[in-house]
């Protein structure tokens, strides 16, 4: 089968169907995503692949790489949302206009058998526009980012996630949580496939003990609200009172010393003990994730959450929202969820993991081995192959 996935992917990700000599060369792709495991998982089960994403590092042009039964068409986007730059106005202020376009040149150009778009925005309209057979993978839910994130830019994408889940035949989404929340734009049956974990989950260490000085670690890119971070800060305090050997590190965009998070923390004495590491790329991360005893996180919302994935197959016990949207369907049974707006909830579940190593070990194997069964590589990509062949049949 020739199959066209449509969406945000770094080139670093596809490394093992890129040439070594090419990876240098090539645009950097738009964003890190899932899709790469999705990409990968369906050449590894021996299918055709295009993958077609944004770049902003190209001007004018499609980039083309070609590689056996792999291809990427690298499209150029815009750098700025809505005022003007290098004689174009923003890609926001005509809705990706010229972006959907090219991808929608580069489809025509592949002409795979199905499309898979993924987020309900630009690469939705190109899926839709390319008269193609395709199928919508929606990853977030536009409403309750709109909600978190008032802002002109977040509109215009609301407006674009409507009308395409509104004229959408073919829909897919990552949660059950997503499924109900995405129902309200359409009266379409609504497929649920979760996200995939790597292919080669690396072998967890049975006997690693519950380390005495706790290092605790939150990944979130953003300090906003909709992360809910300040009240990470507030309930780490207060545990570190009683704990004073542990520390708390904190990773993503924005959590760089002297960064937004930073400045707020030390204004409201805060950073004892934390330890302000800003991003790193994932590869990196995942490296370094299984060093860590607790992973944190306290966001208000998620439609899926790669990040639990991450800590269960990293043998990091995790703490998440009981009411964070799909966190409960994800973690329930395989963490602890607490209700992330009560510090006191937060503490106390720092304290259950802390003060009874048993259970800590006990929930580190049990979720690694849930990771390995339910979101398998090829168990995920062989779900959308089913759907991808029940589309074409239609």
């Known amino acids: 089968m020739h199959i066209a996935i449509l969406g945000p992917i770094d080139t670093k990700s596809l490394f093992p169907a890129i040439k070594k000599k090419d990876i240098r060369t090539l645009p950097k792709g738009h964003g890190v995503s899932v899709l790469s495991q999705l990409a990968l998982g369906l050449l590894d089960l021996g299918h055709q692949v295009s993958v077609i994403t944004l770049s902003n590092d190209i001007n004018n042009n499609i980039v083309i790489y070609k590689n056996n039964k792999f291809k990427i068409y690298y499209c150029p986007v815009r750098k700025r949302a809505f005022r003007f730059n290098d004689g174009s106005i923003g890609r926001a202020a005509n809705f990706w206009y010229q972006e959907i376009k090219f991808m929608q040149k580069a489809l025509l150009n592949d002409n795979p058998q199905i499309v898979n778009a993924h987020w309900a925005y630009e690469y939705a309209f190109a899926a839709i526009l390319a008269k193609k057979k395709y ?86 890119n953003g300090f906003s609200f909709r992360k809910n971070i300040k009240i990470a800060l507030k309930a780490f305090k207060e545990f570190n009172k009683n704990f004073s050997n542990s520390n708390l590190t904190l990773f993503g965009h924005g959590m760089e010393r002297h960064n937004t998070c930073y400045t707020w923390a030390k204004k409201n ?25 607790i992973l944190l996180h306290t966001s208000l919302e998620e439609s899926f959450g790669n990040i639990f994935l991450e800590a269960m197959m990293s043998g990091v016990p995790l703490i998440a929202g009981k009411n964070s949207g799909a966190a409960p369907e994800i973690v329930r049974g395989f963490g602890l969820l607490v209700d992330v707006n009560n510090i006191k909830e937060i503490i106390n579940g720092l304290n259950k993991y802390a003060l009874n190593p048993k259970l800590w070990s006990k929930i580190r194997v049990s979720a690694y081995k849930n990771v390995k069964k339910k979101y398998s590589q090829k168990n995920i990509v062989t779900k959308y192959l089913s759907l991808y062949k029940k589309i074409l049949r239609k």
């Not at 897919?172 to 790597?198: C, D, E, G, M």
């Not at 004495?269 to 994730?289: E, P």
């Open 135 to 220: 199928i919508l993978t929606t990853r977030d839910i536009p409403h309750i980012i709109l909600k978190y994130e008032t802002t002109l830019y977040r509109l215009v994408r609301f407006i674009m996630a409507g009308i395409a889940l509104k004229v959408s035949k073919n829909i897919s989404t990552i949660s059950n949580y997503a499924k109900l929340k995405t129902q309200l734009y359409t009266n379409r049956f609504i497929h649920v496939i979760p996200n995939p974990s790597i292919k080669d989950v690396p072998k967890l260490k049975i006997k690693k003990k519950l380390n005495k000085k706790i290092r605790i670690i939150m990944i979130n």
């Open 269 to 293: 004495c805060l950073i004892k003990n934390v330890i302000f590491r800003g991003s790193l790329d994932k590869k990196s991360l995942m490296k370094i994730l299984p060093n860590y005893d």
